[in-house]
């Protein structure tokens, strides 16, 4: 089992910047791919960035490349989401997400563990 708790949203002004943190506890040893997914009021919940925890891979959705990155810190079982020049179109719910084995899936359905969510409002 893993536990993730998400921390860090809040609200910004477009073009505004914010980090969040996505704290992991449990069997943090075995080879997970940690993801970020948003879901906006009325849509489906969307991927957005994921990383292999053991390598450092990392994949985005095309709507943030270049303007979000994630990394991970291994010691402090915590996985980050750098959001700059953010957009009101970022509005949304920000979920972290754990899969056991391969980081290049993007469907919510694949992950197994989910944390509570951190609201971002982006305003323009």
């Known amino acids: 089992q893993v536990q993730l708790v998400e921390s860090g949203g809040g609200l910004v002004q477009a073009g505004g910047s914010l980090r969040l943190s996505c704290a992991a506890s449990g069997r943090t040893s075995s080879p997970y791919a940690m993801g970020w997914f948003r879901q906006a009021p009325g849509k489906e919940r969307e991927f957005v960035a994921v990383?292999?925890?053991?390598?450092?891979?990392?994949y985005y959705a095309d709507s943030v490349k270049g303007r979000f990155t994630i990394s991970g810190d291994n010691a402090k079982n915590t996985v980050y989401l750098q959001m700059n020049s953010l957009k009101p179109e970022d509005t949304g719910l920000y979920y972290c997400?754990?899969?056991?084995?391969?980081?290049?899936?993007?469907?919510?359905?694949?992950?197994?563990?989910w944390g509570q969510g951190t609201q971002v409002t982006v305003s323009s």
């Open positions: 997400a754990a899969r056991a084995g391969t980081y290049y899936v993007t469907a919510p359905g694949e992950y197994q563990y």
């Open positions: 990383i292999s925890w053991s390598g450092g891979r990392t």
